[in-house]
């Protein structure tokens, strides 16, 4: 006969057990949570239409279910160490869409051992590729507390990208992966539809990727993305920074805010300070702000790019102006960077005043309203300038001159 109680409290032991809540459950099957909450408290049993999917996201079989405990005969399975292979296969089938592209030179889709692209280039003498992968740092935590998880796909994507245009690539294609403890059809769908979009934004393809699911080493509700992406360039069109001459003028391409870098910085002031996310800079809140998607630069630059007319370009991440730009000046040159010049954003000028952050640490961390530097030759700035200001602000910080410091900054931000 059987035990109403028992039932559900297996079934709520099983649920718990694999880390969901009642809502996910109930969205697993989907029906309504208040019928899983019923069978938990014994008032109802699972009905037979959706006991064998009930079964096959617990990873326990019907008879476990229907007699309320886990039979001590059977062997080890997949499901048991938390994994269920038939809901994982249906995550896949929904990230299918996302994946779908018009690209003839992706070959094969999901499914596939691996990615099939095709690299014949007619047009290209010495083709190279451009090869980077990257992760969106603690800015993926906040994503997942406040509601950003399409975002930050564009995030991911936004900054790989930017990462081989300055070095002249276009890019064709980009992996992901996923890290999770359990696997929320939901959300991972959300990160790859997130990804796709911002892939298809830039002009390249989502071709595959990695949804590992590790119960035992990544806690319920964690996810870690990452992503790789790699674009090509004429050897001869490479953008190193070789080019780059006394005398040229560099210019700053500004920034929508954060970016993806300082976010550690910015977590331990909110846990300081929890009230200023709700805060109002600029009309947005403070999460509004620093979750903005990462800016992507490719559209605004790839015009310019296989013309000689981009001596140098950084792409302002972590470590700031300094770190960046000082990557691409050559030996015996130095670009001398007036601060006073710089348009700040509000935000930063909230995050400095609030964390009372040093001038030298504020740079170190933050693009600080900078999100890309152009080392053009004097004769070109006006024209380059005119083009970028169709997509983002545009304007000179600085210029190219002998020296030792790859890098010298002169006078001050001005943060008022």
Known sequence: MLNSEKVGHFIMSRRKQLGYTQQQLAQKLNISFQAVSKWENGTAYPNIEVLKDLAIVLGISVDEILTGSEKETEGLSYSKAGIDNAYTDAIKRGM??????????????????????????????????????????????????????????????????????????????????????????????????????????????????????????????????????????????????????????????????????????????????????????????????????????????????????LHGMAHITGGGLEGNISGVIPDGLSAHIDLSRIKILNVFKYIRQNGSIRDEEMLRTFNCGVGLVLIVAQKDKDMVMRHINQFYGCYEIGQIDSGKNRIVFEKHIDWL
């Not at 699911?213 to 070789?242: C, F, H, M, N, W």
């Open 96 to 309: 299918a869409k996302y994946m779908q592209t018009s690209d003839k030179r992706v070959l094969n889709g999901i499914g596939a051992f691996a990615s099939l692209y095709d690299i014949h280039f007619p047009e290209l003498k010495n083709p190279v590729l451009v090869l980077k992968s990257e992760e969106p740092g603690s800015k993926q935590k906040l994503a997942r507390e406040y509601g950003y998880t399409e975002s930050i796909g564009y995030d991911l994507i936004n900054h790989l990208v930017n990462d081989v245009a300055v070095m002249g690539a276009k890019p064709l294609a980009a992996l992901d992966t996923i890290v999770c403890g359990n696997a929320e059809k939901d959300t991972i769908q959300t990160f790859v539809k997130g990804i796709s979009e911002a892939c298809k934004f830039n002009e390249c393809s989502l071709v595959g990727g990695e949804t590992s699911i590790q119960p035992l080493v990544v806690k319920s509700g964690i996810y870690v993305l990452t992503a790789s992406i790699v674009g090509i360039v004429e050897k001869s069109r490479i953008i190193d920074g070789s080019a780059i001459a006394k005398g040229d003028a560099v210019l700053a391409v500004a920034s929508n805010g954060l970016h993806t870098n300082g976010y550690s910085l910015v977590r331990l002031l909110m846990d300081k300070m929890p009230q200023i996310k709700l805060d109002k800079i600029d009309g947005l809140t403070f999460i509004e702000q620093i979750m903005k998607p990462h800016t992507p630069y490719y559209r605004a630059i790839k015009d310019l790019l296989g013309r000689d007319l």
